[in-house]
């Protein structure tokens, strides 16, 4: 049936008057406390950067931010229960290395999509790798334990079979011509003590986990994987100074809300996040946790989204050169 002038004005109408009532509703947002889930068990470096950034969020939003820890799986369980929830901007994750672009190259069912189901907030910061190894290890640099590794056995741990570290190491291997034997364990609790003992030679790591180890000169850094020296322990050459041009990798940590959030909802979450991240308790405290904090473009969303695409094209190459199955 034809539709006469005045209804097509009325349903015109109709339309904008709907438009009008949803950007109202999203301008009151936030209306109600957020959740930001951490999907690791309370006392990580992402429960703490979580809890650090998220009330200096809350005073920037005018609503709480409440942290949630919802551990499983390497991180895949919490990052699930976001990329399933509401895109209205309440539900939050505290997304990391493992659950955005690692896990999709180990676990065989994953639930989501970490390119596709989450609409990027803002990085926070980055805690970068390291090679350090034991203090009776001959090589004093990255070149002397590249040659070192070619003439006898070196053992370097990680924190496991797929983990973060265990990629930079292969990583690392590949693009030097190294032959450091991969020795993974589970998790870094007994990592780092065993490196102090001695039982193994070296460790892929994270910069700030290794540090008091390297000061008490029961080890000592050949290499930190980062675009400039760390201020904690400025005697440390980047790796590209060591010869291993443009090697960069880090444990980082970043915002993301479920794909599909509302625009103006992501702007001002990014926004309240550049606000938390500037404040100076917060930048203190991660200098004290050995995390450098994200560079103004890594704190968009745009910048963030790119910087996870570049992750997981690296995460996949590492996996390959591993030769890693999804499990």
Same mark, same amino acid.
């Given at each position: ?6 209804g097509?004005?009325r349903?015109?109408g ?9 950007r109202r509703?999203?301008?009151?947002w ?10 690791f068990a ?8 979580a ?22 799986a390497g ?5 699930e229960?976001v990329?399933r929830?509401?895109p209205?901007g309440y539900?939050?994750l505290t ?7 690692v896990?999709?190259f ?16 803002g990085?926070?910061?980055q ?6 190894v034991?203090?009776?290890?001959? /090589?004093? *640099?990255?070149?002397?334990?590249? #040659?070192? @590794?070619?003439?006898? %056995?070196?053992? =370097? ?6 983990s ?10 590949a693009?030097t ?12 609790g ?5 490196l102090?003992a001695?039982?193994?030679q070296g ?9 008091p180890?390297h ?11 980062s675009a ?8 440390v050459?980047?790796m590209?100074e ?6 960069? /990798?880090a *444990?980082?940590?970043?915002?993301? #809300?479920p @794909?599909g959030t509302? %625009?103006?909802v =992501? ?8 606000t ?5 308790a ?6 004290e ?10 704190m968009?969303?745009?910048g ?10 690296r ?5 390959q050169?591993a030769?890693l199955?999804?499990?």
């Amino acid at each position: 049936m034809p539709i006469s002038r005045r209804g097509l004005l009325r349903a015109l109408g109709s339309v904008s008057v709907l438009a009008m009532f949803s950007r109202r509703a999203y301008a009151a947002w936030p209306e109600r406390p957020i959740r930001l889930i951490v999907p690791f068990a309370p006392g990580g470096n992402a429960d703490i950067v979580a809890r650090l950034v998220g009330g200096r969020m809350s005073e920037a939003l005018g609503q709480p931010v409440v942290v949630e820890n919802r551990a499983g799986a390497g991180g895949s369980l919490g990052a699930e229960l976001v990329a399933r929830a509401a895109p209205d901007g309440y539900t939050l994750l505290t997304g990391s290395n493992g659950p955005l672009t690692v896990n999709p190259f180990v676990q065989a069912k994953l639930g989501y999509d970490p390119l596709k189901d989450f609409a990027p907030i803002g990085l926070t910061s980055q805690v970068p790798h390291a090679l350090i190894v034991h203090a009776a290890v001959p /090589a004093r *640099s990255l070149q002397e334990l590249i #040659a070192l @590794s070619r003439q006898q %056995q070196v053992g =370097v741990g990680t924190a496991g079979i797929g983990s973060a570290t265990h990629l930079t190491l292969e990583r690392f291997n590949a693009q030097t011509g190294a032959k450091l034997l991969h020795v993974p364990y589970r998790g870094g609790g007994a990592l780092l003590p065993d490196l102090v003992a001695g039982t193994i030679q070296g460790a892929m790591t994270e910069f700030s986990s290794a540090l008091p180890h390297h000061r008490g000169g029961k080890a000592r850094f050949v290499g930190i994987a980062s675009a400039k020296r760390s201020p904690l322990a400025p005697e440390v050459a980047t790796m590209d100074e060591g010869g291993v041009k443009d090697f960069a /990798a880090a *444990s980082y940590i970043g915002i993301l #809300a479920p @794909s599909g959030t509302p %625009q103006d909802v =992501v702007a001002r979450l990014q926004a309240a996040l550049t606000t938390a991240l500037g404040a100076s308790a917060v930048l203190d405290r991660m200098r004290e946790l050995g995390a450098e904090v994200a560079t103004p473009e890594l704190m968009s969303a745009a910048g963030f989204g790119a910087f996870i695409r570049q992750e997981y094209e690296r995460s996949r190459v590492a996996a390959q050169i591993a030769g890693l199955k999804k499990e």
